[in-house]
Nanobody
Framework: QVQLVESGGGLVQAGGSLRLSCAASGRTFSGGGMGWFRQAPGKEREFVAA????????YYADSVKGRFTISRDNAKNTLYLQMNSLNSEDTAVYYC?????????????????????WGQGTQVTVSS
C-alpha cells in the first residue's frame, strides 16, 4: 500500500520560511516523479513544483519561482519543499503527489490528473 505523508506545515509570518516534507512508503517513483500542489480556500488546486525522481530535473510555477525549492532524498524516499519569502498568497493546504511514469507532453508535470498517489495535505498559513 502506497502512502505519502506530509509534514512541516504551520503558521509563519510574511517573509518567513518553512520546509515541507513528504515521506513515501510502499513504492518508489524512480520511473516518474513527485510534485507539490496547493489549494487555497475557495480556489482550485494548483501546481507548485515537481521533480523528476531519476534525473532530478525540477519545475516550478511562476508564482513560486525563485522562492521555493523542491528536492528529494532518494535514500529516504522523501520529497521536500523549501519555501522562503512567504506571503499571504501562499496560504493553502499543500499536497504532495507521486507519479509512476514520465510523460512527454509540454507541462505534463503540472497536471494533477497524471499523479496516481496523493498525501493528506498539510496546512500552511502565512500571516501578514
Amino acid at each position: 500500500q502506497v502512502q505519502l505523508v506530509e509534514s512541516g506545515g504551520g503558521l509563519v509570518q510574511a517573509g518567513g520560511s518553512l520546509r515541507l516534507s513528504c515521506a513515501a512508503s510502499g513504492r518508489t517513483f524512480s520511473g516518474g516523479g513527485m510534485g507539490w500542489f496547493r489549494q487555497a480556500p475557495g480556489k482550485e488546486r494548483e501546481f507548485v513544483a515537481a521533480i523528476s525522481w531519476s534525473s532530478g530535473s525540477t519545475y516550478y510555477a511562476d508564482s513560486v519561482k525563485g522562492r521555493f525549492t523542491i528536492s528529494r532524498d532518494n535514500a529516504k524516499n522523501t520529497l521536500y519543499l523549501q519555501m522562503n519569502s512567504l506571503n499571504s498568497e501562499d496560504t493553502a493546504v499543500y499536497y504532495c503527489a507521486g507519479r509512476r511514469r514520465t510523460y512527454y507532453s509540454v507541462g505534463y508535470y503540472s497536471q494533477g490528473t497524471l499523479y496516481e498517489y496523493w498525501g493528506q495535505g498539510t496546512q500552511v498559513t502565512v500571516s501578514s
